[in-house]
């Protein structure tokens, strides 16, 4: 007796065909776009994996890092093939396929790669962590003992704390003052943190800086570095982490400027915020604020540490 004949899976409607052919057409399309935007200089290349490693379904996601590379000025077939060796990354990979480390790796290349061939690359660098963890404290000690770093000085609803020296800890505005800085879009980022008061980030001064060749050190929260990566892809970001969560808790407590309900609200807060870690460029843990101001330092001057 025959065998029945078996048959396979039914072929699409036609109409799914031409369906998959036009939506592949215009995904080609889409990512031909991305690498004229970058090639013509119109887009940086830092944008492009920004919004690669964000959102996988994006055209910059599903764009292969050798047609990625060979997009970027200055950078041929040759140039490709030893930069994906050095980095660790095979060429059928995608750029939203890419793991953390190749990721970090991708990114720091292209800033040094952009800041070496004109552009402004590294130049801004973002220092943030959960509340509490020293941010200030860290900054204030680069600003005494690394003159030749420039620190930008945020603005800011809260009351000054004990110490806090207008223009250099922070500009302290009113809500009307506030409102006028977002209006006139006089700040690279603004958000509100822990419910209570806004923070921003002055934009004339760190664009006279960067004009001039120089690197600045932005000192925000994780909002803040979150607006600056979207407003400007070239800059660093660099998340600094409590030694322990228990030290975290004690630095918060033994320093005294909130109250009991404030401090559980911060904690609360800063647990959320340690998650973000990965959306970092760097990590610096702050066991020590000279040693940790000294590693933010060595993580601005990246050609100083022999890379």
Wanted: aromatic share 4%; net charge neutral; hydrophobic share 45%.
């Amino acid at each position: 007796m025959a065998e029945p004949v078996r048959s396979g899976p039914p072929a699409p409607p036609e109409v799914d065909r031409v369906a998959a052919s036009r939506a592949a057409v215009a995904a080609r399309r889409a990512r031909a776009a991305v690498k004229a935007s970058i090639a013509d200089g119109g887009r940086s290349p830092l944008d492009v994996i920004r919004v690669a490693f964000e959102d996988a379904s994006t055209p910059e996601a599903t764009l292969r890092v050798t047609e990625f590379l060979t997009s970027v000025p200055a950078i041929g077939e040759t140039k490709r093939v030893r930069i994906m060796r050095d980095l660790g990354i095979a060429d059928a990979k995608r750029l939203g396929g890419l793991g953390r480390r190749q990721r970090l790796a991708l990114r720091a290349f292209l800033a040094e790669w952009i800041a070496a061939h004109g552009g402004i690359g590294n130049r801004l660098v973002v220092l943030a962590g959960p509340t509490a963890v020293g941010k200030g404290t860290v900054a204030s000690y680069i600003r005494r003992n690394h003159p030749d770093v420039m620190l930008s000085v945020s603005a800011t609803t809260r009351a000054p704390r004990p110490g806090e020296v207008e223009g250099q800890s922070y500009y302290f505005v009113d809500d009307a003052e506030f409102d006028r800085l977002v209006a006139e879009d006089e700040l690279l980022e603004w958000a509100v943190v822990h419910n209570a008061h806004r923070y921003g980030t002055p934009k004339a001064p760190v664009e006279r800086a960067i004009a001039d060749g120089n690197s600045v050190l932005l000192e925000i929260d994780i909002q803040g570095a979150r607006s600056v990566r979207r407003a400007m892809p070239e800059a660093t970001l660099i998340f600094l982490l409590p030694p322990t969560w228990d030290e975290l808790v004690r630095r918060l407590v033994g320093r005294g400027t909130e109250s009991p309900a404030e401090q559980q609200r911060r904690l609360e807060t800063a647990r959320v915020e340690l998650a973000a870690v990965d959306e970092f460029d760097h990590t610096v843990v702050n066991h020590d604020v000279a040693e940790a101001a000294q590693n933010v330092v060595d993580l601005m001057r990246p050609r100083a540490r022999g890379r």
